[in-house]
């Protein structure tokens, strides 16, 4: 939708220009939603959620987050719109502020823009149930959780409700929330709770809903793009879905988003609407609905709107930041762990380096069931000192808030990857491989294309030839999931593919913290012919 300028709470904004009500409309409401927060307190690179760095175009941040929402708002309530707030999951995990606060942080934020519903993400998880329970008993808006059994774990027995109903501008709206079943492979819940399908949990939902009258349903759905659209094709009465977890832009307009907002899905009973605005508070949908009066969906509008400077940062917020983010620099003189030597990068965009190693391992060991890890070399922009390790080296050595993503992928698609790899030669490229969980043997005066002559996986305590149709849970960064790097094996033939995981940068702390590098070697992994 094209977007307009005008004057709201003295400041000139870049938000989304409301049409006419339909004829048919009986009620006119705007979801404000957001998704996969990841505590990005401070504003990020547009294009990867990076932290801000001084030469590059930058979004979000809470301050403005809150500023963006409060306009939304305000220009709802001026064209006669009510307007609830909600969010689809993940606010935890992926800064020092989750790591200093684990989770404080996010509900003030929260608290401060007027949530006014939640379903959970898995890594509202990541530091299991007893912080969950913590954060759930200082908010004041509802958790939802309509798929997951928490009868059998204390801390948060009684914490959530499957569903949600308020009236706004005359409308009867009733939000459901699930989470991805996935949690236990992905996050920290302990051995209590129970994830349940959550079609299953949202058809016996919209059935208590719909027993006491008309309403508009919304899921709020922490289960991924894919996962949503098949909700919608299949599970009757759903009018909305506002998603998250796969990190899915869906935005007019916008050159990298992979759908339009909404997009529209013919369910068993009626069409329905899917709404995700990526990831890391860059973008907030504001999704307006005209009704009619039985609740059934009219007419839709607003938009998926960039918070950049178009939006006024809110004072009070970003005073709270900045006053929360002042601990950090202590947290980055934090020791992690000793190493018993340095290991320096010069050498990783050249072939095998211990920095590497180090690297795909600790990548390696934070993804459950993978048996490969691939990571690039260009992203190891620093080397690590002997001796004490602290978090402020970690994330030197891993400036760009990665997570480690995963993904099953055939032999023939492992070995077309790191064909990408090596295709650039050795000693500039930022995508030559560094690995774990494997062997491999290239050839740099052989042509780009067929410069691998072997590779071999690991099986046990002995490596085995790579198959080429068997199917490997390869792990790596969700930048080069994503085909970074010329990694276009991932993103076009990536089977099962999840791109939030911990951050990479957890991930090596963990691995240094855990005692476990004294066993890394330059062990010819990456030999040459």
Not at 50 to 62: H, K, N, Y
Not at 371 to 395: C, F, H, K, Q, S
């Amino acid at each position: 939708m094209m977007l307009s300028r005008r004057l709201l709470l003295g400041a000139a904004l870049a938000v989304p220009a409301l049409r006419r009500p339909s004829a048919q409309a009986a009620h006119q409401v705007r979801l404000v939603h957001v998704n996969d927060f990841h505590s990005r307190h401070e504003p990020v690179v547009r294009a990867t959620g990076a932290g801000c760095r001084a030469d590059e175009a930058c979004l979000g941040g809470s301050a403005r987050l809150v500023g963006a929402i409060a306009a939304a708002k305000a220009e709802a309530a001026a064209a006669g719109r009510g307007a609830v707030a909600i969010d689809a999951g993940d606010e935890f995990m992926g800064s020092l502020f989750y790591t200093q606060y684990r989770g404080a942080a996010e509900l003030q934020v929260m608290k401060a823009w007027g949530c006014e519903a939640m379903t959970l993400g898995n890594h509202e998880f990541d530091n299991g149930p007893e912080n969950l329970a913590t954060f759930i008993a200082g908010a004041d808006f509802p958790i939802l959780a309509a798929n997951i059994d928490t009868r059998a774990e204390p801390v948060l027995g009684g914490r959530t409700r499957p569903w949600w109903e308020t009236v706004r501008g005359g409308a009867r709206l009733a939000f459901i929330g699930v989470t991805t079943p996935e949690t236990p492979l992905l996050s920290s819940p302990g051995r209590n709770l129970r994830f349940t399908d959550p079609a299953e949990a949202t058809r016996r939902a919209i059935a208590e809903i719909r027993a006491t009258g008309p309403a508009t349903i919304v899921l709020l759905s922490h289960l991924g793009y894919g996962p949503d659209r098949q909700m919608a094709a299949e599970v009757a009465g759903l009018d909305v879905i506002v998603g998250g977890h796969s990190h899915t832009l869906l935005a007019n307009d916008e050159p990298d988003a992979e759908g339009p907002m909404p997009v529209l899905v013919d369910g068993p009973d009626r069409r329905v609407r899917i709404v995700q605005t990526g990831a890391y508070g860059r973008f907030l949908g504001m999704l307006d609905l005209d009704l009619a009066a039985d609740g059934r969906v009219v007419a839709t509008g607003g938009a998926c709107a960039p918070i950049g400077t178009g939006f006024p940062e809110d004072a009070r917020v970003a005073a709270l930041i900045a006053e929360l983010a002042r601990p950090l620099a202590e947290t980055r003189r934090r020791p992690v762990g000793t190493l018993p030597a340095e290991m320096g990068n010069a050498e990783c965009r050249r072939g095998e380096c211990l920095l590497g190693n180090l690297v795909a391992e600790a990548i390696l060991a934070r993804a459950p069931g993978a048996e490969i890890a691939i990571t690039n070399g260009g992203g190891l922009r620093a080397g690590l000192p002997g001796g004490l390790v602290t978090l402020g080296d970690v994330l030197t050595t891993l400036p760009f808030g990665n997570t480690v993503a995963t993904m099953g992928l055939r032999g023939s698609d492992v070995l077309a990857a790191l064909e990408n790899g090596f295709s650039q030669g050795a000693g500039t490229a930022g995508r030559f491989p560094q690995v774990a969980g494997l062997r491999v043997v290239w050839d740099p005066a052989a042509a780009a294309g067929s410069r691998v002559r072997a590779v071999e996986v690991a099986q046990g305590g002995r490596f085995a030839p790579l198959d080429p149709g068997r199917v490997y849970r390869v792990a790596t960064n969700d930048f080069m999931r994503r085909g970074g790097d010329g990694y276009a094996p991932f993103r076009e033939r990536a089977l099962d593919p999840y791109d939030a995981g911990v951050p990479v940068d957890d991930a090596l702390a963990d691995y240094i913290a855990a005692g476990r590098t004294g066993a890394i070697a330059l062990d010819g992994r990456i030999g040459v012919r």
